[in-house]
């Protein structure tokens, strides 16, 4: 019961989820505008499950006054704040959750992001030290895409032919070299993939059902 | 500088957020904390908005299509992951997402990872009018793929001729690698010079 009818019911689905492919006609066509819905509303509810969970463990946190269990309160707060307006109200324009998310959510999401430019720096300067060949293609093809990509990298090369400036190198890097390689590992990896997916239809690799 | 509250309300998260480049402080522990709750509110309100109102409230309760409630079930059932002792009932739930899933991936990886990068790759190196340079890319390119899959092919040892083209897969690879790298630290410069343009010239009004 636990383990078998999880296995069944990958199987079935794993199974009608191709045969639609081939048989784009009823009932399978209707099969997989309806197996699509049920995915995104499970993935929803496992959004919820999330949600939940990290809203438990916090509540937790500030019943047993654990260390920084005045952050967690931060976190229920921006929650709620965030959750309470956006369910009842909408997320259309003019509404809080849309004030929130324009005035909070955005500028946060973006900064977090951009302080990796920082990190990323220093890594980059580990990664890109000339030791090996290797790690001297790395270099070249890392700079050149960066100078590429600014308008300094024209600049210092503007004695250069039209053609032939940093960004139309950056341009060629990004095109030729860089894609036959993109090529290559996706290919692997797509190979892979399929690979993963037959042995999960199959019940031969079952570690999504967890223990027990 | 600007009045609007809203503007003031990003500025603040921003500068606390940049003051982690200084050490781990209270003002950045307080914005990651916020920003962790406001975007789990965030995609709680999206998911119910855009999934579970569409797809299952309205089929379910506006149109009374009855198949609706399997979803609804399943969605219980991942729900009651969060009861140790009924817990395994949310495996039901991710069986159908894992084998609707891999059902898909076997058909769309197959087709664009797979033969749609063939496709690409098996074009003609010198079609008609092409000039010498598209030549000799088209080469690279083919060349590249070829000895990048050799790299990683590893039933045979990267011996001999194997390990003579798998070396030059490498470089394809090297090269390849560095350009992401390079293109990854340029997208966050660029955010990074949107947020600093944000706080000099919509908040500071400076620039």
């Known amino acids: 019961m636990r383990r ?14 191709i045969i639609q492919f081939f048989i784009p006609h009823w009932p399978f066509s209707d099969v997989k505008s309806y197996f699509q819905h049920t995915y995104m509303i499970i993935a929803a509810f496992a959004m919820i499950l999330g949600i939940c969970n990290l809203t438990r463990l916090h509540i937790f946190k500030i019943r047993d006054r654990r260390e920084n ?16 307006p956006g369910l009842f109200q909408g997320i259309h324009e003019g509404t809080m ?26 890594a980059s300067y580990r990664a890109f030290r000339a030791r090996t060949f290797d790690a001297a293609l790395l270099l070249i093809a890392g700079f050149a895409v960066m100078l590429g990509r600014a308008p300094i990298g024209d600049t210092l090369t503007s004695f250069m032919p039209e053609g032939w400036q940093m960004s139309d190198l ?17 290919m692997g990896s797509g190979l892979g993939i399929v690979a993963t997916s037959l042995r999960v239809i199959l019940g031969i690799e079952r570690s999504y059902l967890g223990g027990e | 500088m600007t009045a609007d509250i809203g503007t003031w309300l990003a500025a603040f998260l921003t500068l606390c957020i940049f003051s982690f480049l200084y050490k781990d402080n209270p003002f950045y522990k307080f914005a990651e904390h916020l920003f962790v709750g406001i975007s789990a509110g965030y995609w709680l309100c999206y998911h119910f908005w855009n999934t579970v109102k569409p797809n299952l409230y309205d089929n379910l309760v506006e149109k009374g299509e009855w198949q609706y409630l399997l979803p609804l079930f399943l969605g219980i059932c991942m729900l009651l992951r969060l009861f140790s002792k009924i817990g395994w009932f949310s495996r039901w739930a991710i ?24 496709k690409s790759t098996l074009v003609s190196l010198d079609p008609a009018g092409s000039s010498w340079t598209q030549v000799a890319n088209n080469s690279l390119l083919f060349i590249g793929v070829v ?59 400076v620039v």
């Open chain 2, 95 to 118: 069986a159908f997402m894992i084998g609707s899933g891999a059902g898909i991936m076997i058909i769309t990886y197959l087709q664009s990872n797979f033969l749609e990068q063939i």
């Open chain 2, 147 to 205: 000895t990048g899959l050799v790299y990683f092919f590893f039933s045979k040892a990267h011996t001999g001729i194997t390990g003579g083209v798998a070396r030059v897969g490498v470089v394809f690879l090297m090269i390849c690698f560095g350009a992401s790298f390079g293109y990854t630290v340029m997208a966050r410069i660029s955010l990074l010079i949107g947020r600093m343009y944000f706080l000099l010239h919509n908040w500071l009004g």
């Open chain 1, 69 to 84: 269990w005045g952050y967690s309160i931060v976190l229920l707060v921006g929650l709620a704040i965030m959750a309470i």
């Open chain 1, 4 to 17: 078998e009818i999880p296995l069944i019911i990958t199987f079935v689905c794993g199974i009608t989820m």
């Open chain 1, 170 to 186: 950056a341009n060629w890097i990004m095109a030729f070299p860089n894609t036959a390689g993109q090529r290559a590992i996706m």
């Open chain 1, 97 to 122: 959750f849309e004030f929130l998310f324009k005035n909070a959510h955005v500028p946060m999401n973006s900064t977090m992001f951009s302080l990796l430019a920082f990190f990323v720096a220093s």
